[in-house]
C-alpha cells in the first residue's frame, strides 16, 4: 500500500495554470500505476488522467486532452499534473490514486489507495 498527499491547488482565474502533485509514500510506488481524479460539489469522482509504472503510457478524459499533462518522477515518488488554460468547470477537488495493477481502468473503485484531494477553483 502506498500513501498519497496531494498539493498545489489554488483559486485562479480562467486561462490560468496550475500544477498539482502527488507525493507517494512505500518502496513500491514505481510499480504503480497512478491516476488523477477530481469531485466537483454534488457529483461523481471523475476520471482525469492515468499514467503507466513506466510512465510511458498516458490517458486522459477528453474534457482535459489537450490541457491537461500527467507526468511521474520516479525519483522524487512524485506524480504531477500540468493543468493549463483552465476553465470554470474544471473546479473541483482533485484527487491522486494508486493501482497496483495494469488493467487500465478508470473507474474510482479499481484504485487501491487514494489521497485527501486538494481544492482547484477556476473563476470566470
Known amino acids: 500500500q502506498v500513501q498519497l498527499v496531494e498539493s498545489g491547488g489554488g483559486s485562479v482565474q480562467a486561462g490560468a495554470s496550475l500544477r498539482l502533485s502527488c507525493a507517494a509514500s512505500?518502496?513500491?510506488?514505481?510499480?504503480?500505476?497512478m491516476g488523477w481524479f477530481r469531485q466537483a460539489p454534488g457529483k461523481e469522482h471523475e476520471f482525469v488522467a492515468s499514467i503507466s509504472w513506466s510512465g510511458v503510457s498516458t490517458y486522459y478524459a477528453d474534457s482535459v486532452k489537450g490541457r491537461f499533462t500527467i507526468s511521474r518522477d520516479h525519483t522524487k515518488n512524485t506524480v504531477y499534473l500540468q493543468m493549463n488554460s483552465l476553465k470554470p468547470e474544471d473546479t473541483a477537488v482533485y484527487y491522486c490514486?494508486?493501482?497496483?495493477?495494469?488493467?487500465?481502468?478508470?473507474?474510482?473503485?479499481?484504485?487501491?489507495?487514494w489521497g485527501q484531494g486538494t481544492h482547484v477553483t477556476v473563476s470566470s
Open positions: 512505500g518502496r513500491t510506488f514505481s510499480s504503480y500505476r
Open positions: 490514486a494508486a493501482d497496483p495493477t495494469a488493467r487500465g481502468s478508470m473507474v474510482w473503485s479499481d484504485f487501491r489507495s
